[in-house]
Antibody, heavy 115, light 107 residues
Framework: EVQLVESGGGLVKPGGSLRLSCAAS????????MNWVRQAPGKGLEWVSS????????YYADSVKGRFTISRDNTKNSLYLQMNSLRAEDTAVYYC????????WGQGTLVTVSS | DIQMTQSPSSLSASVGDRVTITCRAS??????LAWFQQQPGKAPKSLIY???TLQSGVPSKFSGSGSGTDFTLTISSLQPEDFATYYC?????????FGQGTKLEIK
């Protein structure tokens, strides 16, 4: 069974940093593109970033470019999102999702940016 | 960036009805179009990819069609569990973009 479990969310002050993790199981992690998608409270879905299976190709939404860094460790079946210079508008549930397009999603982790 | 516009934004229907949701891309995306269902407080669930291919395990009451710029999601014989918010997404080119969502409510 495919499982994606996010962690690392929480409350952080504007300008602060946070690192999200996504633990994958039930499939060959190293074979799949992985993604982060977020959803602000009461809003729609926003694609954030994607990383190819071997980390050769990485893409970001303009709204996070230069502040967020996606990475993966195929030996640990894990996906990461390093978030720096956080802003109030980054407040959202962050989902880890597999493949292109996304076929399996984690349950999400809430990031709240507030003073 | 490719803009995705869904219509309607909200829709009221009754159990047993058939409904159609439309998604329009601001430029041609071939068939690189996916549909997702999201229940309140839950993660999105993938329904359809490549505009018309059902994900494994998704019932055949869901169907998708279209190519280029205009796409539709049709849900037949609505059941209580189908009342949710539906999103389209283009994955033809980065940045991937979602429609604003269509909230399907019980009449």
């Amino acid at each position: 069974e495919v499982q994606l479990v996010e962690s690392g969310g929480g409350l952080v002050k504007p300008g602060g940093s946070l690192r999200l993790s996504c633990a994958a199981s039930g499939f060959t992690f190293s074979s799949y593109t992985m993604n982060w998608v977020r959803q602000a409270p009461g809003k729609g879905l926003e694609w954030v970033s994607s990383i190819s299976s071997s980390s050769s190709y990485i893409y970001y939404a303009d709204s996070v470019k230069g502040r967020f860094t996606i990475s993966r460790d195929n030996t640990k079946n894990s996906l990461y999102l390093q978030m720096n210079s956080l802003r109030a508008e980054d407040t959202a549930v962050y989902y880890c999702a597999r493949a292109k397009p996304e076929d399996y999603w984690g349950q999400g982790t809430l990031v709240t940016v507030s003073s | 960036d490719i803009q995705m516009t869904q219509s309607p934004s909200s829709l009221s229907a009754s159990v047993g009805d058939r409904v159609t949701i439309t998604c329009r891309a601001s430029q041609g995306i071939s068939n690189y179009l996916a549909w997702f269902q999201q229940q309140p407080g839950k993660a999105p669930k993938s329904l359809i990819y490549a505009a018309s291919t059902l994900q494994s395990g998704v019932p055949s009451k869901f169907s998708g069609s279209g190519s280029g710029t205009d796409f539709t999601l049709t849900i037949s014989s609505l059941q209580p569990e189908d009342f949710a918010t539906y999103y389209c997404q283009q994955y033809n080119s980065y940045p991937y973009t979602f429609g604003q969502g269509t909230k399907l409510e019980i009449k």
